[in-house]
């Protein structure tokens, strides 16, 4: 009974170290393969700038970056000059609620151009997208993301209907394909504008939360990340001769840079959690050692009888470690099984509830960790009330109380 | 032939600078097969003259020989291997482990040994047989009576075929019945030819043995031969 609650220090320390690492993992793998699938080509363009000495990170915080105003439609357009773009499209965005008759729902809308369907890969299958003319006129015109249109007109055809955003009446034109929930974000739930009606009306800004251009091969990608941060630069009056990425305010990434990016986050949040959870598992082993300190107090005796029958302090040592080992190491694969099954779970609910494409992972550290670190927890803190007992006079021992 | 040679042995205890003498130049030989008693006073040193002969406590002076060998000679290690081969061992309190059944209480001594599991078996239930307690094999040892726990205490200090057995007061904390069957055992195992040495202050129980020795204050006060020796199985002891 003892032992069983003692275990559990180490089943909870080993099962918490193994959902972080696998959900971590999971989480990472999630947004990778959903940055994948946006093509090798994609470059992203978003105000702020990058700090090379931290590591390739981040200079700005996301709020100075909101604050940034210098990314412009002119900047586009001149990116759009370039001969080794094939298209781009502009983004703004933000969030409110449409309302159609008695039906109210939040969303996100986002200001783009017709090249966002293209380079997304993702279209209205109802009605049309969003067109030039649209743009050009500033046109309060939308088309509506799958859920959306379900939610707020249910069996209804939305296409030609009239729907109310930022007090705002804008025309339904077209819904748009289902792509279900990615990367923690339900694209179901977004309402695409022309970018310009959504500066005017909705936003009141003149600027652009992000730009996203689609080159015309994989091997185009980097010396088009070079001649955009020219480009910028000279827009927006930046003097930076030696190329050095934190006097910017911009950002310029290709997908392989944010597909690292995310891993470096990821990965150093993986590594925090998984830190706090090993803090659990040198508290179970301060049990254990506890436990173990207990148990040779009260089978001195036992330890005297031992000795008196032939055992050497060779055998008495080792039955104490092994004694903690096996405590250490069934806690760590209970907590090694609690774990997997928990984030495997976990993913289950994801997929089937949420809809989100989760792989289910073990990682191989996980496994290491189940088992390795468990007998090391064991050993070490199982070595001191061993050599305790092992140091024991027989007739000490036998005379104990 | 002499198994246990003692000199001039001297044992204190050093506590907060109080310097107690337990054993004060004890000298006398056992030779193989005796069935020897020491008795005494409490305090007098019997007990810490036993766990000496038994190896499981060191003289602070004098001579112990056991076989020819001197126990200056033998390290910690050497000592637990004579135990194992050579001694064995019955408590007052029987020093079983509960929670565990006669059989494995039995084979303790053996699994510090390399001898196989099959005659591990075998020798385990053939020291329970003698003892009489066969029919108790998958017992835990809390579940016996007093007399039954020493009778397995006694078949664990002979599963090892030791060439001595060292009985420090096996009948002091049983009923004058069980304590009489413990000696009967004890008094069989010496007309196989075991060497016994068996320490108690209870003088009819001494008077069992062979050979008495009387110790006062850690020195021998007398060693005689018992004339009027008391066998068990004929129930004397009233």
């Known amino acids: 009974m003892r032992s069983a609650l003692t275990m559990l220090g180490i089943v909870i320390g080993v099962a918490s170290v193994i959902i972080m ?3 971590g993992r999971g989480a990472q793998n999630l947004i990778i393969s959903r940055l994948q699938t946006m093509g090798a080509n994609t470059i992203y363009v978003e105000p702020g700038s990058f700090d090379p000495k931290k ?29 080794l773009v094939e298209m781009a499209y502009p983004m703004v965005y933000g969030s409110g609620r449409a309302i159609y008759r008695n039906e109210d729902q939040k969303i996100t809308f986002i200001g783009v151009t017709p090249e966002a369907y293209e380079i997304d890969n993702w279209h209205t299958y109802k009605g049309r997208d969003i067109d030039e003319e649209d743009v050009k006129s500033a046109a309060k015109v939308a088309t509506l993301g799958y859920k959306i249109a379900q939610d707020l007109f249910g069996e209804e055809d939305p296409v030609g209907k009239t729907i109310r955003i ?19 974000q339900n694209f179901d739930e977004y309402v695409y504008v022309p970018v310009t009606t959504a500066q005017r009306f909705l936003l009141g800004i003149d600027h652009l939360n992000a730009i996203t251009i689609k080159a015309k091969s994989e091997s185009a990608v980097n010396p088009l990340i070079e001649d955009i941060r020219l480009i910028l630069r000279e827009n927006h009056g930046i003097y930076n001769p030696e190329g050095d990425l934190s006097k910017d305010d911009f950002k310029v990434m290709s997908q392989v840079e944010a597909a690292n990016m995310v891993k470096q986050v990821t990965g150093i949040l993986t590594a925090f959690l998984s830190s706090i959870a090993a803090i659990a598992l040198i508290v179970g082993g301060i049990g254990i050692m506890n436990i173990m300190l207990v148990s040779v107090t009260e089978r001195t005796r036992e330890i005297g009888l031992r000795k008196a029958v032939g055992a050497r302090n060779k055998d008495i040592l080792n039955q104490f470690l092994i004694e903690s080992i096996t405590i250490t190491l069934l806690g760590g694969i209970i907590g090694f099984i609690g774990g997997i099954s928990f ?12 809809n989100i494409s989760w792989k289910f992972v073990i990682p191989f550290g996980a496994v290491v960790l189940g088992f390795g670190v468990a007998t090391i927890v064991g050993l070490v803190f199982g070595i001191y009330p061993a050599k305790k007992a092992a140091k024991l006079s027989p007739i000490e021992a036998l005379r104990h109380e | 032939m002499k198994m246990i040679e003692l000199k001039n042995l001297t044992k204190e205890y050093c506590d907060d600078e109080v310097k107690t003498i337990a054993l004060d130049g004890v000298s006398f030989n056992i030779r193989e ?15 810490t003259l036993m766990h000496i002969m038994g190896f499981l406590d060191r003289p602070s002076a004098g001579i ?7 126990i200056e000679d033998l390290d910690d290690d050497q000592l637990a291997y004579i135990r194992n081969e050579e001694m064995g061992f019955v408590f007052q309190f029987f020093n079983l482990l509960p929670r565990t059944s006669v059989f494995d209480n039995v084979k303790l001594p053996l699994i510090y040994t390399k001898i196989s599991e099959e005659e591990k078996r075998e020798r385990v239930l053939k020291a329970i047989e003698s003892v009489g307690l066969i029919h108790r094999v998958k017992h835990y040892s809390n579940q016996l009576s007093g007399g039954e726990q020493q009778r397995v205490a006694i078949a664990r200090a002979i599963v090892n075929n030791p060439a001595v057995i060292f009985a420090d007061e096996p009948t002091g904390n049983l009923d004058s019945k069980s304590g009489q069957q413990i000696m009967e055992i004890l008094q069989n195992l010496n007309d196989q030819g075991h060497t016994i040495i068996l320490v108690t202050h209870e003088v009819y129980t001494a008077e069992m043995a062979k050979r008495l020795i009387r110790l006062k204050d850690g020195k021998v006060v007398s060693d005689e031969p018992i004339k009027d020796r008391k066998i068990a199985k004929n129930g004397l002891i009233k």
Do not use: N
């Open chain 1, 21 to 23: 690492m696998s959900l």
């Open chain 1, 343 to 354: 984030s495997l779970t976990a993913s289950i609910i994801l997929t089937k509830l949420l």
């Open chain 1, 166 to 184: 930022k007090k705002a009446d804008f025309r339904v034109v077209g819904v748009m394909e289902e792509r279900g929930m990615k990367t923690f």
């Open chain 1, 55 to 83: 590591g390739g990170g981040f200079a700005t915080s996301v709020i100075e970056e909101m604050s940034i105003k210098t990314l412009t439609l002119r900047d586009l357009e001149d990116i759009r000059k370039e001969p």
């Open chain 2, 33 to 47: 097969g005796e069935f020897l008693a020491i008795t005494g006073p409490s305090g007098s040193g019997k007990s």
């Open chain 2, 64 to 70: 112990y020989k056991f076989k020819g060998q001197s």
